[in-house]
């Protein structure tokens, strides 16, 4: 299915505030959990049952020796064709037809996690260690379905995110790539066919997170 | 800011130096990407590479407390490429002023210094006049007296390889930066400056700010849309506490606190109002004694009369000479000259400089008084590290504050616009607004004062009616108080109005006790038409993002200050495609202008732009600073270099240097080698106490860290998370390392720095695994004008716990 709702997210305005991080927490009541400093801003240091989205940070230096600084909000991609269902038997997984929306049921408890996090290309779901239900992003489900943009989209103060209806996020997109390739040649959205949460990067994807054009 | 936040936009070169505008002001990056849009550069100057240099097309490192001498190699470069836009230096700044005989600059060392005093003789640096009073100018600017030849002269050592040697920042990259940014000395381009604490806390911190004005001035920068001299303030409502005067040298509304010598109000006002001899100069603080007799009114109403000037006596004085600001206030409690202490909304065991000696500071009161919505390093100051509470006599309350969204008010945002809230929530518990205390507290001193009391009059005096009907403290009656209203029925032109009657605006403010005002910019607030703060219309005529009908600014709700100086002589916009005021049909339209009067080609009615100087011209030349009126570079008090390469000052001269006990400060120790820098980070408020509390954000943010480079890892054995010890002469704390490209070592010529920056958002008292402040390290030295620490640029160690 092509219809439904994407969310596209142009890191060339990113700044990390993690406004989408904190506002994720807090639409989805999802608690803080306990972390360390490990000598990165990120924190915490990965996606858990009680954290659907995080903030990667990446730094190096750039072949002229000029410090980078990359930002990549990482959450569910929400597949077209999600691979996280290929695990699934029954209803444990469903993707929602009208917005897109794929979204784990209380009864992933009974899915075999590990393949489950195998058959996602970015590699997404969490498990509660107790209950064994799996979690993650739920592309705002319960606001999108009551004209509410996601949360995550809500906070951002630069217009790095937008959620709307896929084809005109796919035009956005397009265009937005273009004119940033006038600047960045190695500009490009990642997978924009498969996923409904896109990004924009402008030098290649590895240098912003290891999973963020998938594994 | 002279501009505001949505101005951003309107930018064609955004310069953020002096602040990490992305980390820190988070909602500033909208209108830096609005502006990208359309295709403005940003820069960004830091000596991290920061979330903000992430962003940037420009990037360029410097050393801390090294900003003069790369803002001064700037002006050099715009002058000796004629960058600068000629027409606008030539006839609204005071390019062409003549100084007088008297004045010299030789080896870091303005005329009139007094080593002694450690202190100018200001009136050296006075402009020359005529008989007439009125200043000798000379619009070819060749003289070799007048401020262009001078400011020409001054700036001429700043050459790029002398400012590289200074900063660390490589000559590629400074000449960036001056050609981008010089690229706005042209009429239809404007230049903005984003900064923060990253420029005001040094011992040249105000010099700072002049030296980027004198840039802004060059370019013609100062009263265009996208223009401005723009801080960022560090609090939603900083803006607002200056205004309403939370300071010890001036009352609200910017007048000057008085001094005992002042003994009359004639005397007062004589002495801080200040005089044009030039008739075409506006001149606005000519106007000082309305705003002074409406402030006196406001505090003591009907007491307050011609006869007794107004209640004058009752204000109290400062010494000749005293400071009471921050340092010297903790000074005076640290050698047991104070007996009580209120800290309200703030937390100085944590958020001042040299923290261990506020803190032992607050162990010689008597008592404090902690208001605040949460508990914090100060009010449980004597149970924290290194405290013994069976020695601390000091007796301590608590008084649980209401947060900002359970009261309602006002909040005066940076771009000056006074924004009404109403409450949202109840306070939890016996949580009360700061009003209700406030209020409460003077109706029980003015009820103790009824048995007796020494100088009763002030106190007993004072009009105090801001309550409701039943008790409560009323907002909206002290925004009318602030307003200000008139206190008998007046006629002011063909105009009649009433005892009672809210003053429309501060051009109707008398000095002969018929209007009140609590503060005379906020003026026209909440007049007649209502309370123009809780305003919300969403037109913007202009298209610029002036919102007019949006809340309200101060002044007159003027947003961009200056903007008389947006045009040409006859009064048409340098820049047509963004007008900010525009003299059309013999009106001015557009924003509110400076004034009504017509624009300077009217040779009998036109008024200079820049009515808040006495002069009405910018100031390149700057003569009324503690420290000069040229910004110059000299080395922070602790410094990683052995002499200042511009001149033989090595510090700023006229800085005051505490030399107690707790007073320590190092420069070229090798027991601290390296340049220490302190910083906020998104995810926590000030020194914390609002956010650490908080869940999500103590996740994301949870400890102390040090950024330091690869290289210093390197040197110390430090691997990238390991636990550090950072120490300075003052104090020690234990830190997360975070080892980083985004810091790099400098090279002064031969000499190799390192410098690492830490937050100070963290405090003992929760989480209890989150680290100390880093203000236990920053050094107790303050700019000689403002007294602000030197808390971004001192010296530290760094070696593995």
């Known amino acids: ?215 | 800011m002279t501009n505001h936040w949505i101005d951003i936009k309107n930018s064609d070169v955004i310069l953020v130096m002096g602040s990490n505008a992305a980390s820190n002001h988070p909602i500033s990056m909208k209108w830096v990407q609005k502006a990208k849009d359309h295709g403005a550069k940003l820069i960004s100057v830091d000596p991290r590479f920061t979330q903000t240099s992430a962003k940037a097309d420009i990037y360029a490192p410097l050393r801390s407390g090294t900003d003069i001498a790369f803002l001064g190699g700037m002006i050099k470069y715009i002058l000796d490429n004629n960058k600068y836009f000629a027409d606008y230096v030539v006839n609204y700044t005071n390019a062409a002023f003549i100084v007088g005989d008297k004045f010299d600059f030789s080896d870091g060392l303005f005329a009139g210094y007094n080593a002694e005093k450690r202190a100018y003789d200001k009136a050296l640096w006075a402009y020359k006049k005529d008989d007439k009073g009125i200043v000798a100018k000379d619009p070819s600017l060749k003289d070799p007296k007048s401020v262009f030849q001078l400011l020409k002269k001054h700036y001429d050592r700043y050459t790029p390889e002398k400012v590289s040697e200074i900063t660390g920042t490589p000559v590629p990259d400074l000449m960036k930066v001056y050609e981008a940014y010089a690229t706005t000395g042209v009429k239809d381009k404007a230049g903005t400056i984003l900064y923060a604490m990253g420029w005001t806390q040094h011992t040249i911190g105000v010099q700072n700010i002049r030296a980027m004005s004198i840039i802004q001035l060059l370019c013609g920068n100062m009263g265009i849309a996208g223009g401005g001299v723009n801080a960022l303030r560090g609090e939603s409502n900083v803006q607002g506490s200056t205004d309403q005067a939370l300071l010890f040298h001036i009352l609200p509304g910017y007048l000057k606190a008085p001094v005992a010598t002042q003994q009359t109000l004639e005397e007062y006002i004589a002495q801080s109002t200040p005089k044009s001899a030039d008739p075409r100069s506006v001149n606005w603080w000519s106007n000082y004694p309305k705003y002074t007799v409406s402030l006196l009114k406001s505090f003591w109403g009907d007491k307050a009369t011609k006869e007794n000037g107004f209640g004058y006596a009752w204000l109290p004085k400062l010494d000749p000479g005293q400071n009471c600001s921050w340092l010297n206030l903790f000074d005076a409690m640290y050698d047991g000259k104070v007996k009580g202490f209120f800290s309200w909304g703030q937390n100085p065991a944590c958020s001042g400089a040299n923290a261990n000696k506020t803190r032992k500071a607050m162990a010689k009161l008597d008592w404090l008084v902690n208001v605040n919505i949460f508990d914090n390093e100060t009010g449980s100051f004597w149970k924290g590290p290194g405290m013994d509470p069976k020695k601390i006599k000091t007796e301590v309350f608590m008084l649980p504050a209401a947060a900002s969204i359970e009261k309602e008010g006002s909040i005066s945002n940076s771009g000056r616009w006074a924004q009404w809230r109403y409450k949202a929530v109840d306070a939890p518990g016996k949580a009360e607004p700061d009003g209700d205390i406030m209020y409460e507290l003077m109706v029980k001193i003015k009820g103790l004062y009824k048995a007796g009391g020494k100088f009763p009059d002030p106190i007993m005096n004072l009009k105090w009616d801001y309550a409701d009907e039943k008790g409560h403290f009323d907002a909206h009656r002290v925004a009318k108080a602030i307003n200000g209203s008139f206190t008998q029925d007046v006629k002011i032109g063909d105009k009649q109005y009433k005892k009672g009657d809210q003053v429309p605006a501060f051009p109707l403010l008398q000095a002969d006790g018929s209007t009140s005002c609590g503060n005379w910019i906020y003026c026209q607030s909440y007049n007649a038409d209502g309370n123009n703060m809780a305003r919300r219309k969403k037109d913007d005529p202009t298209g610029l993002g002036l919102f007019p009908g949006w809340s309200w600014a101060w002044p007159v709700n003027r947003r961009i200050l200056y903007n008389r100086a947006s045009v040409d002589l006859t009064g048409q916009p340098w820049n047509p495609a963004r007008p900010v005021v525009k003299w059309a049909d013999g009106k001015w339209v557009g924003d509110i202008p400076d004034g009504p009067a017509p624009p300077m080609a009217d040779e009998k009615a036109g008024k200079y732009p820049f009515i808040m100087t006495a002069e009405g011209f910018g100031r390149l030349f700057g003569p009324g600073l503690n420290d000069g009126p040229f910004p110059e570079h000299y080395e922070p008090l602790e410094c990683p270099v052995p002499k200042n390469l511009l001149s033989g000052q090595f510090v700023n001269p006229t800085i005051k240097i505490f030399k107690g006990e707790m007073d320590k400060h190092f420069t070229c120790d090798p027991r601290f080698p390296f340049v220490g820098t302190t910083y906020r980070v998104t995810e926590h408020w000030q020194t914390g106490i609002m956010t650490r509390w908080q869940s999500w954000l103590i996740e994301a943010q949870p400890q102390m860290f040090v950024e330091i480079s690869h290289e210093l890892a390197k040197l110390r054995g430090i691997k990238d998370g390991d636990k550090v010890k950072v120490s300075s002469a003052r104090g020690e704390l234990d830190c997360v390392a975070m080892v980083t490209t985004r810091f790099r070592p400098f090279q002064l010529g031969k000499l190799t720095v390192h410098e690492v920056g830490m937050p100070w958002c963290f405090g003992w008292i929760t989480p209890k695994d989150g680290g100390e402040s880093s203000n236990l390290l920053t050094p107790n030295v303050g700019d000689p004008n403002t007294m602000i620490p030197e808390s971004k640029a001192f010296m530290v160690n760094v070696t593995k716990a």
């Not at chain 1, 993707?95 to 794929?102: I, L, Y």
């Open chain 1, 1 to 215: 299915m092509a219809e439904g709702y994407s969310i596209l997210v142009d890191t060339s305005k990113c700044t990390a505030c993690r406004g989408c991080q904190i506002a994720c927490k807090q639409w989805n009541q999802l608690p803080g959990t306990k972390t360390q400093q490990l000598g990165t801003y990120e924190n915490p240091k990965d996606l858990s049952f009680d954290t659907y989205k995080v903030v990667r940070y990446s730094e190096g230096a750039n072949g002229d020796g000029k410090a980078y600084w990359n930002f990549f909000t990482e959450q569910c991609r929400h597949c077209l064709s999600p691979g996280c269902m290929a695990a699934a038997e029954k209803d444990e997984i469903v993707q929602d037809e009208k917005t897109g929306a794929v979204l784990f049921t209380p009864a992933t408890k009974d899915l075999d996690f590990k393949a489950t996090v195998e058959g996602c290309p970015y590699n997404v779901p969490r498990q509660n260690p107790k209950t064994k239900v799996l979690a993650k992003c739920t592309m705002c489900f319960d606001r999108i379905t009551n004209n509410m943009i996601p949360a995550c989209v809500k906070s951002c103060p630069t217009g790095a995110m937008a959620f709307g209806e896929r084809d005109k996020v796919l035009d956005a997109c397009k265009k937005r790539v273009e004119e940033l390739k006038k600047t960045h040649p190695k500009a490009e959205a990642i997978n924009p066919n498969d996923v409904r949460v896109i990004y924009i990067v402008t030098d290649d994807p590895k240098k912003y997170f290891k999973f963020a054009a998938g594994k």
